[in-house]
Structure formats: C-alpha cells, structure tokens
C-alpha cells in the first residue's frame, strides 16, 4: 500500500497523544513529498514504427532499472524506467516483439551528467505504419497526445519529440518526400499545439536503408533544421540492421546517444529562448 495514502487516511480521532498526531502529520507531509519529487516534470515523448518500438533482442543488463529515470506505464502511473520500453504503448503491437529501445541508453546518458534529473519517457509507438497514420486527428496522434498529456498531469511538461518513422514511406511517389515533410510539420505543429509547448523539441533519426529513395529521404530531414524551430536529426551513419529492416542492439545504442547529444544542443539553446 502507498506509504502516503495509508498515512492521508490515517483516523486521527483514535489518537489522542498530540505528540503522536504531530508525528503522523510529519511523516505524511515527508511521503507526499519523496512521491512527488520522484515524478519528472521534464517529460520527452518517442513515437514512430517498428524501430522506434526496438525490435532488437534485450541483453540481461536491459533489465535494469535507470535510477532517476521514468516511464509512463499501461495505467497512466510513473515506474522505473527499464527494459521493454515499448510494452506499454496503447498502440503496440503484440507483447513478444517489444524488445530493446533506443529510449533506454538515451536516459542513461543524459542522467550519466545529470543533464536533466528525473527523467520521464512516453513511448507509444507502432510497427509498420506509414506517416499517413500520425497526422493530426489520427488515432495514433490523439493517443500520443493522451498519453503525454496523462504523463503532464499537474506539473510536468513535454520538452521533446523523438521520431523514428520513414521505412514505410520510402516507395511512395513523392519527389523529394515534399508531400512527407508537410505531414511531418503537421505532426510538429500539431503535438506543440496540443501539448501547450510552442519550443518543444523535435529530433528525427535517419533510416539505415540501402536505397536511393533513402539518400533522398536524408535530406528531406535536413530541412528540419533550416525550416523549423529548435528541431533536427540524427544520422544513421555507423549504424547498422539485423533483418534488412532493423537496427541491431548496439545501433540503438549509438542512436540513443545521438539523440541524447542532439537534445543537449537543442535544449540549451531552447532554454535561452525562454
């Protein structure tokens, strides 16, 4: 039981030593408090498809828990963050192939320097869907902004979008993915209106495709940072698939870190804006 909540209900009517309520009142006041400070008030959503899920197998140490690290679980309440990520996505698909996510060594390096202390993480992500699906007014919009906005609650904030979302898009007819890069302003627009944040963060990552439509993919996200407030990517130089579709675990790995070093930049910077 919630140490706070047993102490919140606690009758005061059968004590009758002063002494004893003063300390029953104390120690409710110091639980209530321990619970709250432990709830991150800096919260950074991570959506997209399969790769954004994390599809490579977890390693023993994946299940340990990031102190000071926080997830928002299947019910709305904050857990320690660990190992699958993915698994309380309202939109995931089945429990077995939620696996490593680049998620986790992203808390781990932006805690290693006390970058940001707690942490929160929304992850709500799906496999194989196409940019289409995300676009406001979607479902797998709206419960992006349900869950963040579940995670928010009374004190906290959403500073950042991760995106990870392409490969299902790579053959359409679109020349230079203009029509892509609408949607995906949209999808922008859209959270930082929802979610009460006009310098939210925004940070895509590349796709690891050995394709000519992915080399034109690249550079369409290169307008991200010319063309749109405090947003940007991160490369897939170096990183490498399992299955032809799929980063390897030490890929997510790399991945985590860029994001972790391009958040950094862009938090300092949305921090002098402010």
């Known amino acids: 039981m919630n140490k706070a909540l047993f102490l919140n209900s606690f009758d005061f009517k059968k004590v009758n030593n002063p002494l004893l309520q003063a300390i029953i009142v104390l120690l409710s006041f110091l639980f209530t408090t321990q619970i709250q400070s432990q709830e991150p008030k800096e919260i950074i959503l991570l959506i997209g498809q399969s790769n954004m899920s994390g599809r490579a197998d977890l390693l023993d140490q994946d299940y340990q828990i990031v102190q000071n690290a926080f997830l928002l679980d299947s019910t709305n309440q904050w857990i320690p963050l660990k190992s699958p990520l993915n698994i309380h996505s309202s939109i995931r698909k089945v429990a077995p192939m939620q696996r490593f996510n680049l998620g986790y060594?992203?808390?781990?390096?932006?805690?290693?320097?006390?970058f940001i202390k707690p942490i929160g993480l929304v992850v709500n992500a799906r496999g194989g869907t196409k940019i289409d699906q995300w676009i406001p007014e979607t479902h797998y919009f709206k419960e992006a902004v349900r869950r963040s906005k579940s995670a928010i609650g009374d004190r906290g904030?959403?500073?950042?979008c991760f995106w990870l979302q392409g490969e299902s898009n790579l053959s359409d007819k679109d020349p230079g993915f203009a029509l892509y890069f609408e949607k995906l302003k949209s999808i922008i627009n859209g959270l930082r209106k929802e979610l009460n944040n006009d310098q939210m963060i925004f940070i895509a990552s590349e796709l690891n495709k050995d394709r000519s439509e992915n080399e034109v993919f690249k550079k369409m996200l290169d307008r991200l940072h010319t063309e749109i407030p405090l947003a940007a990517k991160v490369k897939s130089k170096g990183t490498s698939i399992f299955d032809g579709s799929h980063y390897d675990h030490n890929s997510l790995e790399i991945l985590g870190k860029r994001f972790a070093l391009k958040f950094k930049e862009l938090y300092l910077k949305q921090n002098q804006i402010q």
């Open 105 to 114: 060594t992203f808390a781990q390096e932006i805690l290693a320097e006390d």
């Open 157 to 160: 904030k959403i500073i950042a």
